[in-house]
């Protein structure tokens, strides 16, 4: 996901392939699609793992796109760490505190800043 923090909109950057180390061949490459953006300094960009999208609640309700879209939205001012940290930590409230996430998952969480 791409936070445009001029314009305070986000979109959903998806596209098909291969998950990391599905294929350990010269094959790979083979179901790997480049995706080229543009940003300016403030601008968020999330990459996640279908683990986090995926994870239920007891209702069997997924965490899902929208609600990180919300998340990064109100959390956009803090720090890549502290939105990090406020993404997982709402995932673990939505799936219920104790219980376990049923898939792994990855997150990485970049803010540009375009300062020197």
């Known amino acids: 996901m791409l936070f445009k923090a001029k314009e305070a909109t986000s979109e959903f ?18 179901h790997v699609q480049e995706k080229t953006f543009t940003y300016e300094s403030g601008d ?3 990459l996640i793992t279908d683990g986090i999208v ?9 965490f899902g796109f929208e609600r990180i879209r919300s998340l990064v939205e109100i959390h956009h001012a803090k720090s890549p760490n502290e939105i990090q940290t406020q993404l997982i930590d709402s995932l673990h409230v939505f799936v219920g505190g104790v219980r376990m996430i049923d898939d792994d998952y990855s997150m990485m969480v970049v803010k540009f800043n375009n300062d020197n």
């Open 44 to 46: 968020i960009l999330v």
């Open 54 to 62: 995926e994870a239920k609640n007891q209702k069997g309700q997924q």
């Open 13 to 30: 950057m998806l596209f098909d392939g291969l998950g990391l180390g599905i294929l350990r061949n010269k094959q790979y490459e083979n």
